[in-house]
């Protein structure tokens, strides 16, 4: 958290979160900026699941931890990819919900350059026709 105060101390306008699966980990982030008087935009960054494969590298890599109903859909439908990018995008579904009803400075939607489960997103939540 340090560095990154730096980084805003030394003229950084926003913050673009890493991808988290459970909203309690960007409200505690956002809280613990706010401690420190980091007082730019903090974006959260949402990963739509769409393999199992690329999810087991993004969460070695990050750390970021997986809700466990989450987890055991995806596990139980590793095999059928179908399914996977199904909960995937259920799940990024709900969490932009629930971090739109307490007004994000904005969002940002990892999509590892495939347009379709952004367009589904939002299509879902009525912010694009």
């Known amino acids: 958290m340090m560095n990154l105060k730096r980084k805003v101390d030394a003229g950084a306008d926003f913050i673009i979160t890493q991808l988290f699966f459970n909203n309690d980990a960007f409200y505690s982030f956002r809280d613990r900026a706010s401690a420190l008087k980091i007082q730019v935009p903090i974006i959260p960054g949402i990963f739509p699941i769409l393999n199992y494969n690329q999810l087991t590298r993004i969460v070695s890599l990050s750390g970021a931890q997986i809700p ?39 969002l940002h939607l990892y999509c590892m350059n495939k347009s379709h489960p952004v367009k589904k997103i939002l299509r879902e939540l009525s912010l694009f026709r």
């Open 68 to 106: 466990y109903k989450l987890e055991e859909k995806i596990e139980k439908n590793k095999d059928n990819p179908e399914e996977v990018e199904k909960y995937g995008i259920e799940h990024a579904i709900i969490q932009v919900e629930s971090l739109l009803k307490n007004e994000p400075a904005g």
